[in-house]
């Protein structure tokens, strides 16, 4: 079976907390998704990144979600003229 | 590229000519990285870069999304130019597709830059250039 890298594990769960973190959590507020949990909340990115700091946590693989942001899904990248 | 003030103005670029701008960025260990990047105003996205880019740049992941380019990688980038009035994350997306389709116009292209973040600042374009400055009244972006 295939090991799931880290930035999969988080992946996955996101879209398992998805619903929750938007019930849970006030629109705006910043979640931190490590090793398929949510470790950390706060009122902005920044005060988020020190708190990861804090407790040891800087992998760039840490994921970071606005709640009440619905992220899409998909793009339509226009640019016809680049694709010819 | 000129600088007048706080103004980034750039001589259109490539073939056919495209309007660009020079994106500072601050990685996580706290070097500074500049990209050139094609000014699309109607691309969704603040920056598509390469994914080694956003590898190397990303503060934080977001979750990945499909295009009409295929999958785009999500992560948090902190921008770094004060001289426009913007310091603060903003979600970046990793496409290689993007930036070799970018390249064809110029190969100095690094990816595009686009309406979330021109939204930040004043830009605007004539016959030679495009440009960016801070926001007319605006203080410092912090997010």
């Not at chain 2, 109607?42 to 994914?51: K, M």
Request: proline share 6%.
């Amino acid at each position: 079976m295939a090991t799931l890298t880290d930035q999969e594990i988080n992946e996955n769960a996101y879209r398992q907390l998805k619903d929750s973190i938007k019930r849970d959590y006030p629109a705006g507020r910043f979640v931190a998704i490590d090793g398929g949990k949510i470790v950390a909340d706060a009122a902005t990115f920044d005060e988020l990144d020190e708190m990861l700091n804090t407790l040891g946590k800087t992998s760039p693989d840490i994921m970071v979600v606005e709640a009440g942001v619905d992220y899409p899904e998909y793009f339509d990248i226009l640019l016809p003229s680049l694709r010819s | 590229m000129t600088s007048r003030a706080s103004e980034q103005r750039n001589p259109y670029k490539g073939t056919p000519p495209r309007a660009w701008l020079v994106v500072r960025f601050k990685a996580r260990n706290g070097s500074i990285e500049e990209l050139q990047l094609l000014a699309d105003t109607g691309s969704p996205c603040a920056f598509i870069i390469s994914n080694s880019a956003l590898i190397r740049l990303r503060r934080g992941l977001t979750s990945t999304s499909q295009s009409n380019f295929g999958q785009m990688r999500g992560g948090w980038l902190r921008v770094e130019m004060p001289e426009l009035n913007v310091q603060r994350k903003l979600l970046g997306y990793g496409n290689d597709m993007v930036v070799s389709t970018a390249k064809k116009s110029h190969p100095d292209f690094e990816g595009l830059v686009g309406l979330p973040f021109l939204r930040l600042v004043e830009y605007g374009g004539d016959a030679d250039s495009f440009w960016v400055r801070p926001l007319q009244g605006s203080g410092p972006q912090l997010k």
